[in-house]
């Protein structure tokens, strides 16, 4: 099936929805806000030009539906919600990117299948610190329990503010109805990275989220007078940690993954004595399970040997331990062939950021589509993509969408 997108129409949109939600210092879009209502009033305005099905789950996510022949449904989208000072693309682009979609289909006499639209409700976490809360509760995989008794800055309880927008915490499982029919889910989103910019390409196949080992790790060493300590008598907590900060690169660099040191705290955090501790905020991705595996490791023992030989104690705690998340193979192929039919390449590349699709791809088959960000830039008011980028997203976008329409990607049901 051929879907006639009109690119520009998802920029116009995208153009409208930062002239409403945005400031000087960037997007304000953030979840259970006025300003990301505001965001979603707009989206529901375009939809109502179209013949859709309007609604929202259990769990916050807005849903636009629009039927087909079968009940069988492909879905599209992204997320609106933004973090403070944001960018006017993250998440956006794929919402507004899908509508155009939608808007391709509807004009179309008959589908094979349903189409929908989701706006998911906050990706980003921003507000109470959850990210991926509403894809994660459509998925099942929301610890109601672990959430239950968040606040935000201002002290204000997740459950009252669910609750202000209709939302029962305790009902959210429902949302997972939602997805029973699902035969496949497809976003767009920018690239947020600098990748496709440096391969000089508008657009590009993503292969699959990251996994992500997140420790705090602390070296306990002894504070001692910086002038009348020798060297060779110190148990300086600092050196152990310069030494894993480098260490943590150079595992990231062997393993073609990424790996940051975040935060490097030093106690008594003084010029005049040694560090008696050290606190580390370790971050390390890749795509590659067994890779990810070995980068921890190398950097476990790094941090070992280099505590061992300043005499200092090692613990390590973990924060975040996520597998990484592949995309359908064939949905995948797919997205090649968009790409490919629309600017004669289909690079591939991880997600080194998680997204929605995170939630999904393990209960649906599920692929991305990405457009190149300029410079790299992501979740700050410098965010920005060629326009020319973006269109092609789209059209490319449409021309996925519209090969899955034609046939499912289950393999139990064929191609």
């Not at 929805?17 to 965001?39: F, I, K, N, Y």
């Not at 919402?95 to 179309?108: D, H, I, K, N, Y």
């Not at 969408?401 to 289950?410: A, D, E, F």
């Amino acid at each position: 099936m051929e879907l006639h997108t009109r690119p520009q129409r998802a920029i116009d949109d995208l153009l409208e929805l930062r002239r409403r939600t945005s400031t000087a210092a960037g997007a304000q879009r953030v979840a259970w806000t006025e300003t990301w209502d505001s965001a979603r009033r707009l989206l529901r305005e375009r939809l109502a030009e179209l013949p859709v099905d309007v609604s929202v789950d259990e769990a916050g996510n807005l849903w636009a539906l629009l039927p087909g022949d079968s009940p069988d449904v492909v879905i599209v989208g992204s997320h609106l919600d933004s973090v403070p000072d944001g960018g006017w693309l993250d998440g956006a682009y794929g919402v507004m990117g899908g509508l155009e979609v939608l808007r391709a289909a509807a004009e179309q006499a008959s589908r094979p299948y349903s189409l929908a639209l989701v706006d998911w409700a906050d990706e980003e976490g921003a507000r109470f610190g959850r990210s991926l809360f509403g894809s994660a509760a459509a998925a099942g995989t929301l610890d109601l329990d672990s959430v239950r008794d968040l606040t935000d800055a201002d002290g204000q309880r997740l459950v009252d503010v669910l609750e202000s927008y209709g939302i029962s915490l305790d009902k959210m499982s429902a949302a997972r109805a939602r997805l029973a029919r699902a035969v496949a889910y497809l976003e767009l989103h920018i690239e947020q990275g600098p990748v496709l910019e440096h391969e000089g390409l508008p657009i590009g196949v993503v292969q699959g989220t990251v996994g992500i080992e997140r420790y705090v790790v602390t070296f306990e060493g002894v504070a001692a007078h910086a002038g009348s300590t020798p060297i060779d008598r110190r148990h300086d907590a600092m050196i152990p940690a310069a030494r894993t900060v480098l260490a943590v690169r150079e595992t990231a660099e062997r393993n073609s993954g990424v790996g940051t040191v975040g935060s490097v705290v030093g106690e008594p955090g003084i010029v005049t004595a040694t560090a008696e501790r050290a606190t580390l905020l370790v971050d390390l991705r890749h795509i590659d399970a067994e890779r990810l595996a070995a980068m921890l490791a190398d950097a476990r023992e790094a941090a070992e040997k280099a505590a061992a030989a300043e005499g200092c104690r090692l613990r390590w705690d973990r924060l975040l331990s996520l597998a990484p998340q592949p995309f359908d193979p064939r949905l995948v192929e797919r997205v090649a062939d968009a790409c490919t039919s629309v600017c004669g390449a289909a690079f591939e590349l991880p997600s080194g950021a998680l997204h929605d699709a995170t939630s999904i791809a393990p209960h649906v088959p599920t692929a991305m589509l990405f457009a190149a960000s300029i410079d790299g830039l992501s979740h700050n008011r410098s965010e920005d993509s060629r326009y020319e980028d973006l269109r092609d997203g789209v059209a490319a976008f449409g021309r996925l969408v519209g090969s899955v329409l034609t046939s499912r990607p289950r393999p139990d049901q064929g191609s």
